[in-house]
């Protein structure tokens, strides 16, 4: 069955603020913060809160500095980040998010902490960003993937390196295709770029793990791809006289879910129906979660036999190009 973990803790994450472990610091407030660093993202968000016996808070202007540290792309040396909100209410109380724009790189430890001004805790979180992943199979240097196989393959993957595999940081893989193409309905003056989504496989990091040949793996059927197109609502409601589309190459899509995020949702999810409450933390003398995550693609060319089965077996207006 279809997974969204990821959207799910995505949601949670940023949804979720009280939580049932130390809640109150001394009858005062805890503060609370939650991120999910990505490498590959332009732009990473903060969110900072706290809590106390009279309900969540965010910070006014001048009770908090918040600071971000780690080696960013192009640096040499450890820098420090003072972060500050994406904007600020008609009351002068300091949004939640801060953000930093500064280029992540990938298997490096970041850093978030809080200076509280009242008394002067900090408030902190390491976390280390995904290590670079690649693609073993299908092989980068195959452009073309043929579909009509009814026997498994395989997606496989490997760290950057193999001596780096255990910087990773990977606690839950999961991998899936994307059948991609252009539509242009009758009548219409501009294209519209439309996917369908073929779920592969995930489980934990550890579980995928093939200790022999040391990497990664999911296993797939090809043909499966043809029932994806007979199943389809959309193509099979959305298909009139006239209408063109146009194949894009197929992608492969690795979502990495770093070991802190993994061992969020699962503390949230063992008995505890209610995202509000989680004991799961690795903020120092704090609350919340410092997490990882990241996705990888590969683009493969659709071969020309599948190409032309699904422009001659399917009345979706499949257009064959002989050339590609």
Same mark, same amino acid.
């Given at each position: 069955?279809?997974?969204?973990?990821?959207?799910?803790?995505?949601?949670?994450?940023?949804?979720?603020?009280?939580?049932?472990?130390?809640?109150? *610091?001394?009858?005062?407030?805890?503060?609370?913060?939650?991120?999910?660093?990505?490498?590959?993202?332009?732009?990473?968000?903060?969110?900072?809160?706290?809590?106390?016996?009279?309900?969540?808070?965010?910070?006014?202007?001048?009770?908090?500095?918040?600071?971000?540290?780690?080696?960013?792309?192009?640096?040499?040396?450890?820098?420090?980040?003072?972060?500050?909100?994406?904007?600020?209410?008609?009351?002068?109380?300091?949004?939640?998010?801060?953000?930093?724009?500064?280029?992540?790189?990938?298997?490096?430890?970041?850093?978030?902490?809080?200076?509280?001004?009242?008394?002067?805790?900090?408030?902190?979180?390491?976390?280390?960003? *995904?290590?670079?992943?690649?693609?073993?199979?299908?092989?980068?240097?195959?452009?073309?993937?043929?579909?009509?196989?009814?026997?498994?393959?395989?997606?496989?993957?490997?760290?950057?390196?193999?001596?780096?595999?255990?910087?990773?940081?990977?606690?839950?893989?999961?991998?899936s295709g994307y059948f991609h193409y252009r539509e242009l309905m009758p009548g219409a003056q501009d294209t519209v770029d439309r996917s369908i989504e073929w779920y592969m496989g995930g489980a934990e990091a550890g579980y995928l793990f093939n200790s022999t040949? =040391?990497?990664?793996?999911?296993?797939?059927?090809?043909?499966?791809?043809?029932?994806?197109?007979?199943?389809?609502?959309?193509?099979?409601?959305?298909?009139?006289?006239?209408?063109?589309?146009?194949?894009?190459?197929?992608?492969?899509?690795?979502?990495?879910?770093?070991?802190?995020?993994?061992?969020?949702?699962?503390?949230?999810?063992?008995?505890?129906? =209610?995202?509000?409450?989680?004991?799961?933390? =690795?903020?120092?003398?704090?609350?919340?979660?410092?997490?990882?995550?990241?996705?990888?693609?590969?683009?493969?060319?659709?071969?020309?036999?599948?190409?032309?089965?699904?422009?001659?077996?399917?009345?979706?207006?499949?257009?064959?190009?002989?050339?590609?």
């Open positions: 069955m279809k997974k969204y973990l990821l959207f799910a803790v995505l949601a949670l994450v940023f949804a979720s603020c009280r939580t049932d472990v130390d809640l109150y *610091i001394d009858n005062g407030d805890t503060t609370i913060i939650y991120s999910i660093l990505d490498a590959k993202a332009d732009t990473n968000f903060i969110k900072v809160s706290k809590s106390s016996l009279h309900g969540d808070y965010y910070y006014e202007e001048d009770d908090i500095d918040v600071y971000f540290t780690g080696l960013f792309e192009d640096e040499t040396a450890v820098d420090t980040l003072q972060l500050y909100p994406i904007s600020k209410s008609e009351k002068g109380e300091v949004k939640s998010l801060y953000f930093t724009t500064k280029k992540l790189r990938e298997g490096e430890i970041y850093e978030v902490f809080v200076i509280r001004h009242e008394d002067g805790l900090k408030v902190s979180a390491k976390v280390r960003t *995904i290590y670079h992943i690649k693609f073993n199979k299908p092989s980068p240097y195959v452009q073309h993937l043929d579909f009509k196989y009814t026997s498994p393959r395989t997606v496989e993957w490997v760290g950057g390196n193999m001596e780096s595999n255990f910087q990773i940081n990977a606690g839950y893989f999961e991998v040949y =040391n990497y990664y793996v999911v296993s797939y059927t090809p043909c499966f791809l043809f029932s994806l197109l007979e199943r389809d609502e959309y193509l099979k409601n959305n298909s009139p006289y006239g209408v063109q589309r146009w194949l894009k190459d197929f992608e492969f899509r690795i979502t990495v879910l770093g070991e802190e995020l993994y061992g969020y949702n699962i503390s949230n999810s063992a008995g505890n129906h =209610n995202p509000e409450i989680n004991s799961y933390t =690795n903020v120092e003398n704090g609350l919340g979660v410092v997490c990882s995550y990241t996705t990888v693609s590969a683009f493969h060319t659709i071969d020309q036999i599948s190409r032309r089965k699904i422009r001659d077996n399917y009345p979706y207006g499949f257009y064959y190009d002989p050339n590609r």
